[in-house]
């Protein structure tokens, strides 16, 4: 796995830009509408739009449902023949355990993965009223299917010898909140928080940092610090974190924002099988969970 | 006090001890009737959360009864031991047949058999090492159990020992691990029938001595609850066809969906196949001593009193639990609870507001001033500091249109010249209301209702999770007011109590979003609940006061939308709702369904709202659905007509101002 580019690119650059296949979620908000739309002008690219439900462990691919076990040998029925180049992911509409699969998919085909991502201009509060509360508090999901494993990315431990969570932290207390609360302490015996520092705008951190430093008092190591816009800089900080930590079982949870989620991806493809799992909660997002378009970013990845 | 004491009550999760709980649990009011060891059957132990259900299983199981912190224990033990199993839900939460096809059941049987694998280990460990009374049993060299002869064949192992288990189960489990994560990968495990390899490692035990020939195993499975309903299924056909030599029993969250099914046709029958028993189980005085108990066990070290370290070798201990019947017994530790959690009497916190020039200017120029309609009298006439109570109760009842102000007046100057107060003795039942509503007129946050150790037991609701969190928030704020000794126990002043009764409400409102997938939504309709109850509160006539729980009109809670009803559901499984049977006659009168439902009162402080269940509020379906999940809109109109009538229509002049009001409180 090789991290070949960061870059900001725009309207003009997703026109243009050459691949496979591109993969796409549905658009929710203003940035994944702009994303999706500019990409479906480009001709170069077959169009796959993809939904994982994980109620039911089963995929949506182009209308059609598939299994999650047979995720990767659809998606190399409908790939154009002979596929060896690029694909392009949007990771501001493809959830997690999307961008997962389908990251694993091109890993073992070994191709090219150029994954876009917008950032919002802004999170619309809950309320208008002035309150602590509503300062801090968005609609970014309306519920969850809760922490369900993903096959293939879950590691398991024994009461005995436990698990080292690392928390990529965002602006919703009930995701790292449900995820300790339903462990109990039973299977993690310390958190590493990482809060996305800095953050896409000055004043994001601070949401972050409401919403969760109650919940890691007690339980938590001192935090860690990357940059939210930057996967590769994820990437590093969790590879040396798990330096640091030889001999543990590591849960990584990438409930913060997309951006340090698709550095955990990366970082949990290129330690399958080495102690590194996963725990994700599958939020249902909401409609119109941002307002905006302001940057957005290329991450070119190669799994050749 | 020092800082380790804190930390000792900040202890109070199962997990947060070790496997052994000798001497750190203490055994319930009731433990005579749930006493794991006289069922001879599966039991499925019901419990809310932090009722103590993993405490109490591991009090069962083998790393505690053959602690080698007893002494003297008996040989008998060794023919009933528990195992401990929680598994990992999060890992298991993907063994489903959309995922593995008809190997799920393969892959979460040996899930199953690798965890028991490593109790066995454990179980020859501890029994190894445990001072047994005197006798011949050989227990040291029970290490040297071998394993049963086609163990290694049938497991593709090379072992000796049942003790080699622990190390072999880890092994086992990274290999499971692997390949259900890359079946392509990684080379398939074998999948050996899980309830025949454990039988023949019990024949195994039962071939050791004379002493364990008819020893018999229990697995205690904990949160059960979220295992998935075909997991849960798998377990069943265990239980319905288990043998004698291991019983399969299960402990979950009290209302919790589980399953009673097997794959087969058949489910599993109460006391046919299992017994069911409830660890919440007991009366309020039960609660208290039981309350008691934990206090001086959490206060060990820093008690002075010599009878309080006595009782302290009692409490966890089976065979001495008569003792703990003893009236003696629960009188003392009952007024050394008290004397910890002082309380005030609700005439001392209304001579408090006459010691408050503000709370006293509440009574007077908010309460009672504006409900007189005659210019000739002024609101000094019905307040008097000598009588306290009766003043307040003046200005509630001056609030109503049923009284006249002449006759209250009347009535009042009869008690300050004779001391009669009989006119007030039957409003008396107001004073709590009252009082909330002045300190919430003043905009007070701490509250000194919220006190006192009975008072905390009835907040805390027979949840020793609840109760325990409160004392560590009151020695918190009680370490940042005072210096104090190292060894002596002081009493905590009632403002200070009063002080972590709220922050440990807040703390609690804002853990709700974390309880289970709904979370997001329970922790609105706290919210939503908790300021209408205090809306109702703030009525001046407090011709209903102290509304904390609901009724709802539907015959039947079957009938409720889908969405509600699992709404509902999830409120009371994790017990941010407290169900009760209410008046079963008035069910055929008014037709309506007789449950009703409590805001758990450990929320009361955090909306200044009464934690005593006193009156009942009946809801509409319309009016849940628009609690439960209407927009914020919808739940501020609904509101409106409660606002109007609580407060003065001039108090809010546009939905803007009533939302701010709402909703600077969350």
């Known amino acids: ?304 | 006090m020092n800082s380790e004491l804190i930390k000792i009550f900040a202890k109070n999760r199962a997990e947060e001890f070790p496997i052994d709980v000798w001497g750190e649990y203490v055994l319930p009011p009731n433990y005579q009737s749930i006493n794991l060891f006289n069922f001879d059957k599966a039991v499925m132990v019901e419990g809310g959360r932090g009722s103590g259900k993993t405490m109490f299983l591991r009090y069962h199981c083998h790393d505690t009864r053959f602690s080698n912190k007893r002494e003297n224990v008996a040989v008998r033990e060794v023919r009933k031991i528990g195992l401990y199993l929680r598994p990992d839900t999060h890992f298991c939460s993907s063994i489903t047949e959309e995922i593995y096809g008809a190997s799920w059941k393969k892959i979460f049987s040996k899930y199953i058999l690798i965890n028991v694998l490593r109790e066995f280990s454990s179980v020859v460990n501890n029994i190894s090492q445990c001072n047994f009374e005197k006798s011949n049993f050989p227990s040291k060299s029970i290490i040297n159990l071998e394993l049963p002869r086609k163990f290694n064949d049938r497991m593709r192992t090379n072992l000796t020992y049942i003790s080699e288990l622990g190390t072999l189960s880890d092994e086992l489990l990274a290999e499971l691990n692997d390949w259900v994560s890359d079946p392509d990968y990684f080379e398939k495990p074998v999948f050996p029938d899980t309830r025949s390899i454990l039988k023949s490692i019990i024949e195994s035990f039962r071939d050791f001595s004379e002493h364990t020939k008819s020893t018999a195993f229990t697995l205690y499975i904990d949160e059960y609850e979220n295992l998935t309903t075909e997991q849960q299924e798998l377990i069943n056909d265990w239980i319905k066809h288990g043998a004698d030599d291991l019983i399969i029993s299960s402990a979950y969250k009290k209302h919790a969906n589980v399953s009673r099914s097997t794959s087969g046709k058949e489910s599993l029958v109460l006391r046919n196949d299992y017994r069911k028993i409830d660890l919440e189980d007991f009366s309020t005085n039960e609660f208290k001593v039981f309350a008691a108990e934990i206090l001086i066990l959490k206060l060990q070290g820093c008690v002075e009193e010599s009878f309080i370290n006595e009782y302290r070798k009692l409490l966890c201990d089976e065979s001495l639990i008569n003792h703990r019947l003893d009236n003696n017994y629960s009188e003392n530790l009952l007024a050394f609870a008290n004397n910890f959690l002082p309380s005030i009497s609700y005439e001392d916190v209304a001579k408090g507001v006459f010691q408050d020039k503000t709370l006293e200017k509440r009574l007077r120029d908010f309460l009672v001033k504006p409900a007189l309609h005659s210019t000739k009298l002024t609101p000094e006439l019905f307040i008097d500091s000598r009588f306290p109570v009766e003043s307040i109760l003046n200005g509630i009842l001056l609030n109503r249109p049923s009284q006249s102000e002449k006759y209250i007046l009347e009535k009042f100057d009869e008690l300050k010249k004779s001391g009669d107060n009989t006119f007030y003795k039957s409003y008396t039942d107001v004073l709590v209301g009252a009082l909330l509503w002045i300190y919430i007129s003043a905009g007070r946050r701490t509250i000194p209702i919220y006190s006192g150790f009975d008072r905390i037991c009835l907040m805390a609701r027979s949840n020793m999770r609840h109760f325990l969190e409160f004392c560590h928030q009151c020695l918190v704020e009680y370490k940042r007011f005072s210096e104090l000794s190292e060894t002596v126990i002081p009493s905590i002043p009632v403002s200070i109590q009063a002080l972590a009764a709220r922050k440990n409400s807040e703390l609690e409102v804002a853990k709700v979003v974390e309880l289970g997938r709904w979370g997001n939504n329970l922790r609105f309709i706290v919210n939503r609940l908790g300021l209408f109850f205090q809306l109702l509160q703030k009525r001046k006539s407090q011709s209903e006061p102290e509304i904390v729980h609901f009724g709802i009109e539907v015959t039947s809670v079957e009938m409720l939308p889908e969405n509600i009803k699992l709404l509902l559901s999830e409120l009371k499984i994790w017990s941010v709702l407290i169900e009760y049977q209410g008046d079963t006659k008035r069910k055929s009168h008014l037709d309506f369904t007789s449950y009703e439902y409590m805001l758990h009162p450990m929320f009361s402080p955090n909306f200044s709202i009464s934690f005593r269940k006193i009156r009942k509020h009946t809801f509409s379906v319309k009016d849940i659905e628009i609690i439960f999940c209407g927009s914020e809109d919808d739940f501020i109109t609904f509101c409106k007509p409660y606002l109007n009538k609580s407060t003065s229509e001039s108090d809010f002049s546009s939905a803007r101002e009533m939302q701010g009001t709402l909703f600077d409180e969350i």
């Open chain 1, 1 to 304: 796995m090789k991290f070949e580019n960061l870059l900001e690119v725009d309207r003009s650059k997703l026109l243009t830009i050459k691949a496979d296949i591109f993969f796409f979620g549905e658009p929710l908000d203003d940035r994944g509408k702009f994303v999706v739309l500019a990409l479906q002008e480009n001709l170069s690219p077959k169009k796959v739009i993809v939904k994982f439900d994980a109620s039911k462990m089963t995929f949506t691919i182009n209308g059609a449902s598939i299994p999650l076990r047979d995720f990767s040998s659809y998606l190399n029925k409908i790939s154009p023949e002979n596929i060896t180049g690029q694909i392009i992911v949007d990771a501001t509409t493809l959830g997690v355990s999307e961008l997962l699969y389908i990251l694993r998919w091109a890993l073992r085909l070994e191709l090219k993965a150029k994954i876009i991502y917008a950032e919002p201009k802004n999170y619309p509060s809950v309320f208008d009223a002035p309150s602590d509360y509503g300062r801090h508090h968005f609609n970014l999901s309306s519920s969850s299917v809760g922490y369900r494993a993903l096959p293939g990315f879950t590691r398991t431990t024994s009461t005995v010898k436990k698990a080292h969570l690392i928390a990529l932290l965002g602006f919703e207390r009930v995701r790292l909140g449900q995820l300790l609360q339903n462990d109990e302490g039973a299977f993690i015996e310390a958190v590493t928080p990482i809060f996305g520092v800095p953050s896409f705008r000055p004043s994001f951190d601070k949401h972050s940092a409401y919403q969760n430093i109650d919940r890691l008092v007690r339980v938590s190591d001192k935090p860690e610090f990357c940059c939210a816009s930057n996967p590769f800089e994820t990437f590093r900080k969790l590879k040396f974190i798990k330096k640091c930590l030889p001999d543990k079982v590591l849960h990584i949870a990438p409930i913060g924002t997309k951006p340090m989620a698709i550095g955990a991806c990366l970082f949990i493809l290129s330690n399958l099988n080495e102690n590194v799992g996963l725990m994700y909660d599958h939020p249902i997002n909401s409609k119109g969970r941002s307002t905006g378009v302001t940057k957005i970013h290329l991450y070119e990845v190669s799994f050749a």
